[in-house]
């Protein structure tokens, strides 16, 4: 069974400072990604996704995610943070062929300061 | 566009209680699904379900009933509340898609307190 390991809890900023969540998984076959973003009192929402291609993939509000196969990662960047950031952010895995159950981590939150 | 909706979206409930949650979903997704938030745990999986007539456990089913009769709806039932329920559920939604698993679509949550 595939697991998900996000190694940041809980992150603080700045604004204007740059972000890196981690996010690795164990599982040898190929995967489907994603990263997650549950803003304060609100249900979660895709991100960015990683199906295949180019293994650097862009999503909404200026995150990116790189994807490592060979070291089972998916970390999501952003440049520069703003204080709308502040939210808990949730790695998730999906293994093709397999179950079609999402494994999640366990989030991150991450708190910008204005 | 109404996608997944849960209600209620607050409850308060006493030890002993039984209730239901609600979840329905207009986008034809085969795949629905039950998560409780709890802080520090992440989303843990209750049951989930692949079609109507279908369903199964997932992590932490123990306390809670679920049933799909329609494609369209997926209640969570909790038989005999206690306060380690207290949590915010989540349904979530998803095309089956066994080839290439995609997103997941999530309702807004519903807060649970059990006194």
């Known amino acids: 069974a595939q697991s998900v390991s996000q190694h940041n809890h809980h992150v603080i900023l700045s604004e204007a400072a740059s972000l890196e969540l981690g996010c690795n998984y164990s599982?040898?076959?190929?995967?489907?990604l994603f990263w997650y973003v549950q803003y304060p009192g609100q249900h979660l929402q895709l991100l960015l996704k990683y199906f295949s291609g180019d293994p650097l993939v862009k999503g909404i509000k200026g995150f990116e995610a790189e994807f490592i196969k060979s070291k089972f990662s998916f970390n999501l960047r952003k440049p520069s943070v703003q204080w709308s950031d502040t939210a808990e952010y949730f790695c998730a895995v999906n293994a093709l062929g397999g179950s079609y159950i999402p494994t999640f981590g366990r989030g991150t939150s991450l708190i910008v300061h204005p | 566009n109404a996608g997944v909706t849960q209600t209620p979206k607050f409850q308060v409930l006493k030890t002993g209680q039984s209730m239901t949650l609600q979840c329905a979903q207009d986008m034809n997704h085969e795949y629905m699904s039950w998560y409780r938030q709890d802080p520090g745990m992440g989303l843990r999986l209750i049951h989930y379900s692949v079609g109507a007539g279908i369903t199964d456990q997932g992590e932490v089913p123990n306390g809670y009933n679920v049933s799909r009769s329609t494609t369209e709806d997926f209640p969570l039932r909790l038989l005999s509340a206690a306060p380690s329920q207290t949590s915010v559920y989540f349904c979530?939604?998803?095309?089956?898609?066994?080839?290439?698993?995609?997103?997941?679509?999530f309702g807004e949550g519903s807060r649970l307190t059990v006194l």
């Open positions: 599982y040898g076959g190929t995967v489907n």
């Open positions: 979530a939604s998803s095309p089956l898609d066994r080839v290439a698993p995609g997103e997941l679509f």
